[in-house]
């Protein structure tokens, strides 16, 4: 395959693909099929993270996100909440049926990242880290936000 002509984004698109399917095929014994990260920074932040707050860690707009929460509402993972200092707010809380697999997905997250790291020369590791940080922290003036992925169910 002569990758030597591919736009930057195409090598993206391929590995956020591979990616995701390899944290799929790692987290399969669980009953969450899609929406992994932002449930586990739901987990991780339960109670003390609004829509805006993970839409904005995620990058993402205002109508996907609530896509987003909507599937993971709707999966009985998590719950809206009026938040009581502010009304208007609707802070994200993590359900029981939820509460045993954020760890599970935190493992798989870290599984997925040795898998694709052991793929590269030890040598590499760090330099190719610094390089993804870069390219984000340098980018972030893009508006990422306007663009959606589609993760569908399994």
Known sequence: MNTQEWP??????ILTKQYIGKVA???????VDRYYFPLYLIGKNS?????????DQLLMDKVSMVRIIDALQKDG??????NPKDRRERTL??????EPWILEIE??????????????????HANFQLILSELVTKTQDI??????????QK
């Not at 930057?8 to 698109?13: A, H």
């Not at 993972?77 to 009026?82: G, L, M, P, Q």
């Not at 809380?93 to 939820?98: D, G, N, Y």
């Not at 493992?107 to 590499?124: C, M, R, T, V």
Request: no cysteine; glycine share 4%; aromatic share 16%.
């Open 143 to 152: 508006p990422a936000d306007q663009f959606e992925f589609f993760y569908p």
């Open 47 to 55: 109670g003390n993270i609004n829509q805006q707050e993970l839409a």
């Open 8 to 13: 930057l984004g195409r090598f993206f698109s």
């Open 25 to 31: 095929m790692l987290l399969e014994h669980t009953p």
């Open 93 to 98: 809380h993590i359900t029981a049926k939820a």
């Open 77 to 82: 993972f998590i719950e809206r909440k009026t």
């Open 107 to 124: 493992k798989g997250i870290k599984e997925a990242n040795e898998y694709f790291f052991s793929l590269l020369d030890p040598s590499l």
